[in-house]
């Protein structure tokens, strides 16, 4: 930002000496020449005229082991200013740990389902995490009043077929994939017209445990006499 009332002549510097925890992908701006070195360096000759702001976007990669918290300072620099006491900006956030983040989503397959009938679910784990997970991975469905004799499969999942329905998985799950479990149950005669499914997933060192349940609601229609 140009804050006088004169343009800023000569050669204006920009330099970012960037912290542990962050490397230089790439400092572009219109009108300035950068250097990825540490510190990124980034020049321009072309005047910036008063009261007026010139934009640098300073992409960078973070590392596995980076901190919790990082602070980054920038300066910059022009001969023909008049004060040089406010040259300075930094920014401090926070960096969420590395580490696998599983969620599950529950989704009944078919427009209808009636008492006396069947239904699917497919449960659809994902990764959405940094890692892949390094432990078993387990989800369990407990089947409401109305649906019994559940059935489960899934690639490289082992399902057994009590109550609850527990299907466990040893091989990693990385970072962005998903597998999918099908789950089958029979609709009792006397089912509720209404049905709530809840499934959860869990896994050792995820980051948020906070959405590892996938719920789904469907109508049941009651079948007539005849």
């Given at each position: 930002?140009?804050i006088?009332a004169?343009?800023?002549f ?12 962050l ?5 572009t701006?219109?009108d ?10 980034c ?11 010139s934009?640098i ?20 620099q022009?001969?023909?200013?008049s ?7 930094s ?9 696998p ?23 659809t ?22 649906l019994?004799t ?14 609850p329905?527990?299907?466990?998985r040893?091989l ?14 029979n609709i ?5 017209t ?6 959860e ?16 609601i469907?109508?049941?229609t ?5």
């Amino acid at each position: 930002n140009n804050i006088s009332a004169n343009p800023a002549f000569g050669t204006t510097t920009v330099q970012d000496a960037l912290p542990t925890g962050l490397t230089v992908i790439s400092a572009t701006g219109t009108d300035w020449n950068c250097t990825l070195a540490q510190p990124v360096s980034c020049t321009r000759t072309t005047a910036i005229a008063a009261n007026t702001s010139s934009v640098i976007t300073l992409a960078t990669s973070i590392a596995l082991n980076a901190p919790g918290s990082v602070s980054n300072t920038a300066t910059v620099q022009n001969a023909t200013e008049s004060s040089s006491a406010n040259n300075s900006g930094s920014a401090t956030f926070n960096i969420a740990p590395a580490a696998p983040d599983l969620t599950i989503s529950k989704a009944a397959q078919g427009a209808s389902f009636v008492q006396g009938g069947t239904i699917t679910y497919l449960l659809t784990v994902s990764n959405i995490g940094s890692l892949p997970t390094t432990g078993t991975i387990t989800v369990q469905d407990t089947l409401p009043t109305g649906l019994a004799t559940p059935s489960a499969s899934g690639a490289n999942w082992n399902c057994g077929s009590g109550q609850p329905v527990s299907c466990t998985r040893a091989l990693a799950l990385a970072a962005g994939a998903s597998s999918v479990i099908t789950l089958g149950a029979n609709i009792a005669a006397n089912a509720p017209t209404a049905i709530s499914n809840t499934a959860e997933v869990q896994t050792q060192g995820e980051s948020n445990t906070g959405n590892n349940t996938g719920t789904s609601i469907v109508g049941v229609t009651a079948t007539a006499p005849d």
